[in-house]
């Protein structure tokens, strides 16, 4: 009998109770029995019977410490659900004035949902009024549309632990029991939860806030059906945990002009994973490489999920296999998390049981090591490490065509071993390569000649040192240049806001130990400031304060001086230009301690354009490297084009369980 069959027989009453004990177990306790789709079921049948019942319209949010009440500017209302794409369809023809209303569709973040106001941070509570957990600010990066860094300016979002930063964070991070935490969702909870945060910091916790507004695509409603699919393959990338997909109407003024009811607006709906369950039988474990640890990946009699066939699975790590108490031979019970990523969520014991463990590399042979839930190589040469390590810094680069299967190659024919390597490669190395002829030879020079111009953010991205990806690079590189980062003390580092004493000493231990590879690696590439790269090398003026004309008009009138025109005080920044040269505004006080020139509205509008040159380093490159980068390697592979990601300003995107 399906968990469907067994509510329809529940009596109202029993229904009711179910659903409280499973919010207590939920939302108070973080311990969880059964899995958000039987709770949605639960939660369904009760409304089916009761639309007006409490708990269909309550709003739940995790238990935290809380220094006090803070009543909300604008209500955080809760979501309408739907568990199929026809409910959404169904939904969005209702309100929708034609078949070619716009529609955003945006991440539904599995965290906790809170504002901030600039001074105050608060959870949603009850929609109207939230907790106040301003103290937990000094572990919360924010990441926003154009900007990742402490959270000091105001952010409605959700509070979560991205998935690469519970990987490389929370590995070492213990709770106060001294355990491991299980998933990002439970220790974001319990951290929310603790009365001190003292240990957090001491270990280098990290929470991430993110902005609602900072992944969105958008679509039509008629073109809907056609990009769901690809929409829901492309959320699965994020590296944040979720727990379903928002659809909203993209005109935010008809979209508010819907209205709410008690429980949620109009104008958006909530996807829910349906998380399909099927069982299996393992099969094998094999085990695959990251930049830093070993990953679990079971293999399994073959289940099927919408027509999919489903053959293997991530298990995560090696502590999940253990808590699991997995073994090749039992009984699994696979999920398909938004309708895309199958895992195993639970097991029985097999008749014949063989332990999936492993001590040695599988590529070097060398002892392994245990660092927190995760397995590691600790050779330093190991190749199947190495080869990921260089995938990672391809793909840091932009190269995507480039994948591990023609690196693989091109390590063994071509005894390509670092980023350097590659640029070194010629012709004649290539067409040594299995599947290389002279057009896919000509493809791969040209697009390995394009990004020997690369920011500095890129490069230092591509050095995989440890928590330091492309928006930490972008943060330390907004502070300064490459080489002076180089030679930076970790006091100095870790003095620069979301940088921390952790980041700090990975960056001085790679710059230090690794001195001559990256000399080399700079030998062969040229590095620039991205802020020359953005504006082709222009100076730069950026306005503040309330002008007669609109801000399009200073902006073309700034192009015409010969300006490229800039939205924020960075270094970088030529010229500022201001409505009221004594105010005090965030923009002007940054621009005086910085030294940046400020000019009055009425100064620049009588001012000539700027004098000198476009800096040599700027200077337009030869058309042949201003080719596409992502042209195909060999005559049979292709690309389709990326799905165009739009960040759009938008206030909320309530939560839900």
Not at 117 to 128: M, P, S, V, Y
Not at 317 to 328: A, R, T
Request: aromatic share 6%; with cysteine.
């Amino acid at each position: 009998m399906s968990f469907r069959e067994n509510i329809s027989d529940m009596t109202t009453p029993a229904l009711v109770e179910q659903i409280t004990y499973h919010n207590t177990l939920y939302w108070e306790k973080g311990a969880p029995e059964i899995a958000d789709a039987d709770y949605d079921q639960l939660l369904e049948e009760l409304k089916r019977r009761d639309p007006g019942h409490p708990l269909v319209n309550a709003i739940y949010t995790p238990g935290v410490v809380s220094e006090g009440k803070v009543r909300h500017k604008s209500p955080m209302l809760s979501l309408d659900k739907a568990y199929s794409l026809e409910a959404v369809l169904e939904w969005g023809g209702k309100f929708a004035r034609t078949p070619d209303e716009k529609l955003l569709v945006q991440p539904k973040y599995d965290g906790i949902s809170a504002s901030f106001d600039g001074k105050i941070l608060a959870t949603r509570g009850d929609g109207e009024t939230g907790e106040d957990v301003t103290g937990k600010l000094p572990l919360i990066e924010l990441e926003s549309p154009g900007y990742t860094g402490p959270l000091d300016r105001a952010a409605r979002g959700e509070i979560v632990i991205r998935s690469d930063d519970f990987v490389n964070i929370y590995s070492h991070i213990r709770r106060k029991d001294g355990g491991f935490y299980k998933n990002p969702r439970n220790a974001v909870a319990g951290i929310m939860g603790l009365k001190e945060i003292d240990a957090m910091i001491a270990q280098g916790a990290k929470l991430t806030l993110v902005d609602y507004a900072l992944i969105s695509f958008e679509t039509t409603l008629a073109d809907l059906p056609s990009r769901w699919e690809h929409f829901l393959e492309e959320l699965a990338l994020l590296p944040y945990p979720m727990d379903g997909v928002v659809i909203k109407f993209a005109d935010k003024s008809f979209r508010e002009s819907l209205g709410n009811t008690a429980h949620h607006p109009r104008g958006e709906i909530a996807y829910k994973y349906s998380n399909v369950k099927r069982e299996s039988v393992l099969l094998d474990v094999e085990w695959s490489f990251g930049k830093n640890n070993l990953t679990p990946v079971a293999v399994m009699e073959s289940v099927e999920f919408s027509g999919v066939t489903v053959k293997r699975a991530t298990l995560h790590n090696v502590q999940n296999i253990i808590d699991m108490d997995l073994h090749i031979g039992d009984h699994i019970t696979v999920e398909r998390a938004g309708d895309v990523i199958p895992y195993i969520s639970g097991s029985t014991p097999g008749e014949q049981r063989r332990s999936p463990l492993i001590d040695s590399c599988p590529a070097c042979g060398s002892a392994l090591e245990r660092r927190g839930p995760e397995l590691v190589c600790p050779n330093p040469e190991c190749p199947g490490t190495s080869l990921q390590r260089l995938a990672a810094a391809v793909k840091a680069l932009d190269v995507e065509n480039l994948g591990e299967s023609t690196l693989k190659k091109l390590v063994s024919v071509c005894h390509v071993r670092s980023l350097s390597d590659l640029f070194r490669l010629t012709a004649v190395d290539l067409l040594k390569v299995e599947g290389f002829a002279e057009k896919s030879v000509s493809n791969l020079l040209k697009e390995l000649q394009r990004v020997r111009t690369m920011p500095e953010y890129q490069l230092l991205a591509s050095l995989n040192i440890p928590n330091v990806g492309p928006n930490i690079a972008k943060l330390l590189l907004q502070e300064m240049d490459l080489q002076t980062l180089r030679s930076a003390s970790a006091d100095r580092l870790s003095s620069v806001p979301g940088i921390g004493p952790e980041r700090a000493k990975a960056l001085t231990d790679a710059f230090e130990s690794r001195k001559e590879e990256i000399d080399e690696l700079l030998s062969a590439v040229t590095p620039v400031r991205e802020s020359v790269l953005n504006t082709g090398g222009l100076p730069t003026v950026c306005f503040t304060g309330k002008m007669p004309e609109k801000r399009s008009y200073y902006v073309e009138l700034a192009k015409s001086k010969g300006y490229a025109s800039a939205d924020s005080v960075t270094k970088e920044l030529t010229l500022l230009v201001a409505a009221d040269v004594s105010d005090s505004s965030s923009k002007l006080v940054k621009a005086r301690k910085q030294g940046i020139r400020i000019m009055s509205l009425d100064e620049f509008l009588k001012a000539p354009s700027p004098a000198g040159g476009l800096p040599e380093s700027a200077a337009p490159q030869d058309p042949e490297e201003q080719l596409e980068l992502f042209a195909p390697l060999s005559s049979d592979f292709s690309t389709a084009p990326n799905e165009k990601k739009t960040a759009v300003v938008e206030e909320e995107q309530p939560d839900l369980f």
